[in-house]
């Protein structure tokens, strides 16, 4: 026997804003600086071998019990400033972070309450160092849809935690942060297309190859003595593999490379403009030299401003082009409402790219 | 179509020479890449695939770490190239 339907009344479709705009950003940094040289104290290299093979001088570190809600806290306020709205007209927080300690609950809704954006949906998404982008291009549709007024996207990482801070391939790279960017509606259009995608067959070039169990009780030992915890003796990781977050340097350089300019390029295109118009090139932090030679890539004009935040800041995964937004516009490197081509790549192997109109 | 050992070595000492500023002339098939010309893995890289598009090649990340010297990195490409 079949049934059917009852087929009454039509349903009410969700409007949306006709645009969206990015309104606002702000960043935090933990206050501890950590150089090259306090890094070479743990590991056998030097200063120049690391500015040079990373362009990294410094980085800053969370304490010890600075959570990443803490710090996505810290960028929220900012962001919501230079939008000129509270809290409470938040319609959804989307978190961007891979270090959230816990699988369950996200980091999102405990971050809303403290805000005070009541009633606001709140959730984490997981896309690496491409997650503030693929939050970007979620926020932008859900304005444009209907589902929300006011979004407020937050790429946070606190990577010193999952870093094996012994491993002379990979200490001196990651670092934490926060950065935050308020979405909402739009008079004229203000984020362009996302052309996104990943890669699963690569899955291996970068992973974390420890639990979290594993990791909480190197991190107490590390609050406990105020030392790096030696994972290898811990048994958390195989000595002949060190490093828990693992990483195929000149894989990933290759793909981010040759494989992410394209994907650039398309987001400019699907802009409706060209790389001449742009007011700032804002690519995820991973590495100086990935920076440069994705410019070498795009053949982009040379005056055109590229973040390059990594100096100070190290590679904050989610964090990084909020941070850089932010920087740079601090800096007045770039102008209010300047447009900037921002593209976001990493472990998946995961990208999302978008030009945006900076607030 | 194939190319005889001296073109793809010159035509790899001009690649190497455009990434890392090192001498053509430096570039000798007994020379290490890392040990010899201080050329680091992003760099190496960079090389590579700049190799691949020159000659008609593809060298896979796996392979990259077999190429140890010059001579080793003119004879894949020579294979590759059938």
Known sequence: ?????????????????????MLGVGGYRPERVVTNDEVCTWIDSTDAWIRERTGIVSRRWAAGEETVIDMAE????????????????LSAVIVATVTHTMQTPAAAPILATRLGAKDAAAFDI????????????????MVRGGSAEYVLVVGVEKLSDITDKRDRGSAFIFADGAGAAVIGPSDTPGIGPTVWGSDGEKWEAISQRVPWDKIVALQEEEAATGKPADWVAAGAIDATEASTLKMAGQTVFR??????????????????????????FIPHQANMRITDAMIKQLKLPADIPVARDIAETGNTSAAS???????????QEVPRGGLALQIGFGAGLAYAAQVVRLP | MAQDEQQVLSGLAEIVNEETGVDAADVQPDKSFTEDLDID?????????NAEEKFGVTIPDDEVKNLTTVGDAVKYIQTAQG
Request: with cysteine; proline share 4%.
């Open chain 1, 1 to 21: 026997m079949s049934t059917v339907a009852k087929g009454t009344g039509t349903l009410q479709a969700p409007v949306g804003a006709r645009y969206a705009g």
């Open chain 1, 74 to 89: 810290h960028a929220a306020g900012p962001a919501l400033e230079m939008a000129g709205i509270t809290a409470d007209r």
């Open chain 1, 126 to 141: 997981s896309a690496a160092c491409a997650g503030y982008c693929h939050g970007i291009s979620l926020a932008s549709d």
């Open chain 1, 255 to 280: 793909w981010a490379v040759w494989s992410m300019a394209p994907v650039a390029q398309q987001a400019i295109e699907a802009a409706g403009i060209t790389a001449a118009d742009l007011d700032a």
């Open chain 1, 321 to 331: 082009i909020p941070l850089a937004i932010e920087r740079m516009l601090r800096e």
């Open chain 2, 41 to 49: 893995s992003l760099s190496m890289m960079t090389i590579v695939v």
